[in-house]
Every structure is written in structure tokens, then in C-alpha cells.
């Protein structure tokens, strides 16, 4: 007795098509397509990009940008950046003989509760003394810490970002201050990490540990 075959069901054509955009800080750009079957699954998610696709200057091809989807609204993904650095490559092309790397790793919260980890590098021109090194480690926390203090996340996430490439900002706060103690070629934020949300915000179950998604 011949058994009757089961339908296949396609699992593509169950799926909707949900455009992915940037935040407000970031021009709200369409930055990919993802098919979903229940659009309750794509709070949490991890898209990555690059600076160079909003902005569209190439040389903004080396900062990974990747942002977190926050809520569905109809069609429309809404996201925050979860977190950006720079690609190894270019980090590594700022390393010159003779000079000196100084690092800062430090966690602040903004005035609207969002909590990050925002990763710091100098690069100097050349030999920086140990006790220089301190100074410079000083000045990186006072900055971050006043910015942090005054801007909400949206506003801050905008300064280490854009503000990076228009060589304004955190980055060039610091430089700034710090050239005094010793000649620098190279701040930046090399790397930053959303650690919390504000209780109540939209979005707040989501998981800030998930692995990027490139779509």
C-alpha cells in the first residue's frame, strides 16, 4: 500500500521581507533586507555594516559599525548601535617603529541611562615615558567621563563615530589636550560596546550578546 507523500512547505515563501534602517544619528539608511517568518524573533538581532555605506566615502571602509535591532514597526526595523571598532587591518597600519601605543578602556553611562565601554588608542610620534602614558590615561578618562555626563547615547554615539572622520569629537578632544605632554599622530575611539539599557526603554529584553548577523 503506497503511502501518500507529504507537501514540502516552502519556508521561503512563509517569510516576510523586513527593511533594516540606522538610527536618526546615522541618517535612518535602509542598510539591509532580512526575511523573517515572525517578526517577533528580530528584536535582538546583530546586522553589521560599515561607516563607508552611509556615508559613501571608501576611506570609511575600516570602521565596522553594528547595529541592534530594537523593535518592528510593520515593514520597518528600527535599530540603536550596538557597537563599532575599527578592522584590524587599519589598527594595524597606525603602528609605527619608534613610537609609542597607549590604550584606555573605560565604562561610562550617559545622562539618559545607557551604559557602554568605550576603548581608546594614541598613537604617539615617538617614545612616550611611562608617566606621560598616565597623563595621557588621565586625560582620555576626564573627557569620555564629561562627555558621557552631558550627551545622551544617541548624541554620543554620533560624536565617536562621525566625529572621528570629521576629526572633531572625543578623538580630537583628546589630542588636543594631550599633544601637550607629548607630539601624537593618531586618537581615536577605536572601539566602543553598549553594555545596558535604560529600564522602560523599548527594546530593553533584548540580547546584547548576540553574535552579528550579516545580512
Keep these: 500500500m503506497s503511502k501518500t507523500p507529504r507537501k514540502i512547505r516552502d519556508k521561503w515563501r512563509m517569510k516576510e521581507w523586513y527593511q533594516v534602517f540606522t538610527p ?53 526595523v528600527q535599530t540603536i548601535l550596538k557597537s563599532h571598532e575599527y578592522s584590524t587591518d587599519y589598527l594595524r597600519s597606525l603602528v609605527r617603529r619608534g613610537s609609542s601605543r ?26 612616550v615615558k611611562i608617566a606621560q602614558q598616565h597623563t595621557i590615561r588621565q586625560i582620555m578618562r576626564k573627557v569620555i567621563e564629561e562627555k558621557a555626563k552631558n550627551l545622551t547615547y544617541d548624541q554620543l554615539c554620533h560624536d565617536i563615530v562621525l566625529g572621528s572622520v570629521a576629526k572633531a569629537g572625543i578623538g580630537s578632544d583628546i589630542f588636543n589636550l594631550a599633544k601637550k605632554i607629548n607630539p601624537l599622530r593618531h586618537v581615536g575611539v577605536r572601539k566602543s560596546k553598549l553594555l545596558s539599557l535604560p529600564e522602560g526603554t523599548i527594546g530593553t529584553r533584548v540580547i546584547l550578546t548576540q553574535k552579528a548577523q550579516t545580512a
Excluded: W
Excluded at 568605550?118 to 598613537?123: A, D, E, T, Y
Design 24 to 76: 536618526s544619528y546615522f541618517g535612518e539608511l535602509n542598510i539591509a533586507n532580512i526575511p523573517c517568518a515572525d517578526p517577533s524573533h528580530l528584536p535582538g538581532r546583530v546586522v553589521e555594516s560599515t561607516l563607508y555605506e552611509i556615508t559613501g566615502d571608501f576611506s570609511h571602509q575600516s570602521i565596522k559599525l553594528y547595529f541592534l535591532i530594537k523593535e518592528v514597526q510593520g515593514e520597518k
Design 102 to 127: 597607549i590604550d584606555g578602556i573605560f565604562k561610562v553611562t550617559t545622562k539618559d541611562g545607557y551604559t557602554t565601554r568605550i576603548s581608546i588608542v594614541v598613537f604617539s610620534r615617538g617614545r
